[in-house]
Nanobody
Framework: VQLQASGGGLVQAGGSLRLSCAAS????????IGWFRQAPGKEREFVAT????????FYVESVKGRFRISRDNAKNTVYLQMNSLRPEDTAVYCC????????????WGQGTQVTVSS
């Protein structure tokens, strides 16, 4: 099982990045996928989630209207389009997978660093 996040980098405030989460080793279509982030000295924070079909999404209040999560089940990949980035969005972003009927995320990937300069 592997979840590989990529697409992070250094961007100025107001800029955009698109993160990708490529999955392998499990039945991707059966899993809800979430994005999480952890800033230095802070606890991990939920960012967004997308349902198995992609028809349902949910965001933490602080990113609503700026971030958009999507998925391509044919490519076993979930995306996080991040616009209007702010310095407080600086964190390591990672993705995780949760099977239907479970409350906990089962699989976690390595993160990708996002740094937003002011």
């Amino acid at each position: 099982v592997q979840l590989q996040a990529s697409g992070g980098g250094l961007v100025q405030a107001g800029g955009s990045l698109r993160l990708s989460c490529a999955a392998s080793g499990f039945s991707f279509d059966d899993y809800t996928i979430g994005w999480f982030r952890q800033a230095p000295g802070k606890e991990r924070e939920f960012v967004a989630t997308i349902s198995r079909s992609g028809g349902g999404t949910f965001y933490v209040e602080s990113v609503k209207g700026r971030f958009r999560i999507s998925r391509d089940n044919a490519k076993n990949t979930v995306y996080l389009q991040m616009n209007s980035l702010r310095p407080e969005d600086t964190a390591v972003y990672c993705c995780a997978a949760k099977n239907v009927g479970t409350s906990e995320y089962e699989y976690w990937g390595q993160g990708t660093q996002v740094t937003v300069s002011s």
